[in-house]
């Protein structure tokens, strides 16, 4: 076998020269065009590159393939007196042929390097990680090139024609090596966690095999001048590779789709106001929900209970060609702590509004033609609406929900969605107003005509921004808000229930006072980068803790995301920090110390497809993985939760 | 020594051999059997497979039926029979950028058996300018390549296709001279089908007769050189023509007619047979014993 090897290498030696001549005449080629074109060098030659791995290699493979065929084939004669069989000839051609190939993809990568890009011509998206796939990409060229090569060898060989060979190759190689790529954008697309590599090599293997089998009852079947089935079983065993790749595709396609049916989001929702009591807010964050393609809407508990609130349906390929956004739900949460959940479909052209709370099931509440059916849920401190945008009038509507069989009354609004909804508080008695002068906070009629002179003077700046939403407490509404006291510091001016206004959090004029609402109901923020605010749910403004030596310690440790900001939960002896869905770490809550850090479930597989992938409970975090579903507690526990 | 090539077994057996190309049966059950140390002559017309049959024997072709079995070995299309059988193909082909050396040297590391020394040996003899490329080469030199091919590693059996074929006669005498060569060398047994057998007069041991895609006839060599004659007279009226004789008809224009016979017993029958009337024996020269043989085919079994 190594006498023909060499023998082989040294008859394919003018075709592999012909071919790297091609390759290093490209380089020159592209100087030219890049002078000629004004175009960057560097540019220029990388597209060269890319050429070659894309396009170049198969093409020589083709060609490389083409001329060992035809020339074992005109060499019949010569060889055929050699004590080895025909099949140990041909394996050898298409071996040296091979080598050839490699030879000349190690000059494609060496000159990469040469070049600059290095192994990054593997990578069509280097921010979305390297290693993986670089190999894959490597191994995918492999295969294509490999199985065209042996291809245009194998046609070339029956067909004694090394063009008509190589064409024929070329086709069938290219062919299977598009129905792996495609089972392989399949998951891509669909942003299902359903790999295709592992068939993807089989794949590979068994193309590669049958190739190879139907090449040797061919070699043997012309050289021995053998009538029979040998053509047939060549013809077929090239068409394998095709063959087995689009069915795999294809296969793995309508398996996709079907997991994609029931692949789970988490549902996407409106986040209520500030008003939201604190009771209302824990009944928001007993579970999670999630939403299906099909259109299923499940609601989930820590301990794994599952419960179907909307059935979904099994969709048709020409359903999901024909409208992708099938059935489009959206929900919001209101001040009662019931779930509205808002479903348009688009098959049907309906707009279903259900309503009610999870442990009891939703109901259908309303249902509209689709027409009438605007953007979305909107939740204006006790009521939940309906706003979206008529493109007849050029214009906002917006309709509170109407009771059960009530009709919905919609009126105009301007472009600006928040101060709509801060006027909307304020009429309910949930926002209170700042005078001109920045000092007075009244509430209008609602909520009493009840006023607070401040300590400090307010900033107002663009139209809402007078308004001042209530943050609900266990004690009653609160009305809070920046103030710039006289010594030139600032400080938060709470407005309590009882008429008296106490300053929080006083600190430089630099500092922020933006806080958000807890599971628990209470409140909390950064006041800079270091330093965090918290709110009780009772009301309890504690002083601010500095983490600045916690963060720096961490950040020695390990690599923590931009979004190193995140407050999860709080209470006097801890604080819950979430480090951009990687980490969940536990400060003290008197010293600001690094208490335990907890590395949560891979989300990438979410974030790459611009997916949330964490919802606060109260207890712990709901973390989607993409494939599963867990949940950590705040004491770093973690359980996975079975959805279906 | 006689007992000890037949320990060895026979060079070969052919036994039902069977061969077709699309509609066109070439061997039609191939029966024989050939006995080490032997040279072999195989007589047949063009086309009626004599080149078929020796592929078979070389393991380059399939047989479609029947069984075949060579030094002891049975084809598989291994190609490890050819390690052992020197071949001389009718048209020889070489790689054509190659030297004759090179091609000594390729063939160097496929056979096993291969002797460098007795290869450059031969071709010295023979007068093969090692450094000509086969594509310039004469038709001469690359059947002297042919012939150091077949013979530097020592085979027990040569298979000849026509190895003199388009030589001219000063070249046909060099490579016949070493054919006479590897007959003094014991246990080389020799199968060549030649145009021209009477080359191989004087060392032939066996005459086969392919025709029809069989071996309709097996003669030995020296019996037919001795005991072929040309039965001539006037043709009887009213004999009849003995049946079952190994002989030809040459000519029965009334009144002369002529048999070429192949053995004395069928000469004998003749001349006692009263067909022809006053009926002459006279030796036949081998070449036209040889060119009688072949209309002999299956007709006077």
């Keep these: 076998m190594t006498e023909l090897l060499s023998l082989e290498l040294r008859k394919q030696r003018m075709a592999f020269l012909g071919v790297a001549g091609v390759f290093a005449g490209s380089f020159p080629l592209a100087v030219v065009c890049a002078r000629s074109l004004k175009q960057p060098l560097e540019q220029t030659l990388g597209g060269a590159i890319v050429f070659w791995l894309f396009l170049g290699l198969a093409l020589a493979a083709a060609v490389l393939g083409g001329s060992a065929g035809t020339g074992l084939r005109a060499q019949a004669e010569a060889e055929a007196l050699l004590p080895a069989s025909a099949e140990e000839r041909a394996k050898s051609a298409v071996a040296a042929a091979w080598a050839y190939l490699a030879a000349l993809a190690l000059l494609v990568i060496l000159a990469s390097f040469v070049q600059g890009m290095g192994w990054k011509l593997l990578e069509p998206d280097s921010a979305s990680g390297s290693n993986g796939l670089v190999w894959a990409n490597a191994a995918i060229f492999s295969f294509a090139d490999a199985l065209i090569c042996l291809a245009s060898f194998v046609c070339a060989y029956g067909l004694a024609h090394g063009a008509a060979g190589g064409i024929l190759g070329a086709a069938i190689g290219a062919a299977a090596a598009a129905g792996v790529g495609l089972g392989l954008l399949t998951s891509l697309v669909l942003g299902v966690p359903m790999g295709f590599s592992r068939q993807a090599v089989v794949i590979a293997a068994a193309a590669m095999a049958a190739g190879v089998w139907g090449m040797l009852k061919l070699a043997r079947s012309i050289e021995r001048q053998r009538k029979g089935w040998a053509w047939a079983a060549a013809a077929l065993s090239l068409l394998c590779g095709p063959a087995l790749s689009f069915g795999s595709a294809a296969s793995h396609f309508r398996k996709a789709m079907s997991l994609r049916m029931l692949d789970y989001d988490l549902a996407a929702g409106t986040r209520g106001s500030e008003a939201t009591p604190p009771s209302a807010l824990r009944l928001e964050h007993e579970g999670v929900l999630l939403s299906t393609r099909r259109g299923d809407v499940l609601w989930i508990s820590p301990d794994g209970t599952s419960r179907n609130l909307i059935l979904g349906e099994d969709r048709s390929l020409k359903d999901i060609l024909n409208s992708p956004l099938w059935s489009w739900q959206e929900h919001a949460w209101d001040a009662d702590g019931r779930l509205w959940v808002l479903k348009r479909e688009y098959s049907t052209a309906t707009c279903d509004i259900y309503r009610g709370r999870p442990r009891d099931g939703l109901t259908l509440f309303h249902k509209l033609p689709l027409k009438q059916c605007p953007s979305g849920l909107v939740q204006r401190g006790r009521e939940m609406g309906l706003r979206g945008w008529n493109p007849l009038q050029g214009t906002w509507s917006y309709a509170s929900i109407p009771e059960r069989g009530e009709k919905f009354h919609w009126t105009l609004e301007t472009d600006d969605h928040g101060l709509s909804s801060l006027e909307a508080l304020h009429r309910q008695g949930l926002a209170a107003k700042l005078d001109k002068n920045g000092r007075t906070l009244r509430l209008g009629p609602a909520g009493g005509g009840r006023r607070w002179q401040l300590p400090g003077a307010a900033v107002i700046g663009k139209p809402g921004s007078e308004y001042v939403p209530a943050i609900a407490t266990e004690s009653g509404l609160i009305f809070a808000r920046a103030v710039a006291l006289s010594s030139g510091r600032r400080a938060l001016a709470v407005c309590r229930p009882d008429g008296t206004v106490r300053l929080a959090w006083e600190g430089s004029g630099a500092d922020s006072y933006s806080v958000s609402a807890l599971p628990d109901g209470s409140r909390a923020g950064w006041r800079d980068t270091r330093t965090l605010l918290r709110m009780t749910a009772a009301g309890e403004f504690l002083p601010p803790l500095d983490v600045g030596p916690a963060v720096d310690e961490l950040l020695k440790r390990m690599p923590l995301a931009p979004d190193f900001s995140k407050i999860v939960r709080f209470d006097r002896e801890s604080v819950w920090l979430l480090s951009g869905d990687q980490w969940l770490i536990r400060l003290s809550g008197r010293d600001g110390r690094v208490l335990d850090r907890w590395a949560l479930p891979d989300t990438s597989a979410m974030w790459k497809r611009h997916l949330p992938a964490v919802h606060l409970g109260i207890d712990g975090l709901f973390v989607h993985t993409g494939a599963r579903l867990f949940f950590i507690g705040f004491d770093g526990s973690r359980r996975s939760l079975s959805v279906r | ?301």
């Design chain 2, 1 to 301: 020594m006689n007992d000890a090539r037949a320990a060895r077994g026979p060079a070969f057996v052919l036994d039902g051999v069977k061969r077709s190309f699309g509609s066109r049966h070439i061997l039609r059950g191939v029966s024989a059997r050939a006995e080490r140390g032997k040279v072999i002559g195989l007589l047949g017309r063009n086309g009626e497979g004599k080149t078929t049959l020796l592929r078979i024997l070389l393991d380059l072709l399939e047989a479609d039926a029947g069984a075949v079995e060579v030094l002891g070995l049975r084809p598989d299309g291994s190609g490890r029979i050819r390690q052992r059988i020197g071949y001389v193909p009718e048209r020889p082909a070489f790689h054509e950028y190659m030297t004759a050396a090179q091609v000594l040297s390729l063939r160097a590391r496929f056979w096993e058996r291969w002797d460098a020394a007795r290869a450059a040996a031969l071709a010295a003899s023979l007068g093969l300018d090692l450094a000509e490329r086969v594509s310039s080469a004469s038709k001469g030199t690359v059947a002297k390549l042919a012939w150091v091919c077949a013979a530097a590693h020592d085979p027990e059996l040569f298979l000849l296709d026509e190895p003199t074929s388009g030589l001219d006669a000063l070249v046909r005498e060099e490579v016949l001279s070493k054919l006479i060569e590897e007959l003094q060398d014991a246990g080389k047994t020799i199968f060549v089908a030649n145009h021209r057998m009477e080359e191989l007069a004087g060392v032939l041991d066996e005459i086969w007769l392919l025709s029809g895609g069989v071996i309709s006839r097996v003669c030995d060599a020296e019996r037919l050189r001795r005991e072929a004659r040309v039965v001539s007279g006037r043709l009887a009226d009213t004999a009849k023509e003995p049946a079952g004789l190994c002989a030809v008809r040459l000519r029965a224009d009334a009144p002369l007619a002529a048999w070429a016979a192949f053995d004395s017993e069928s000469a004998e029958r003749l001349l006692r047979s009263g067909a022809i009337e006053g009926a002459q024996a006279s030796a036949m020269p081998f070449e036209e014993t040889l060119r009688r043989l072949l209309a002999l085919g299956g007709d006077h079994d």
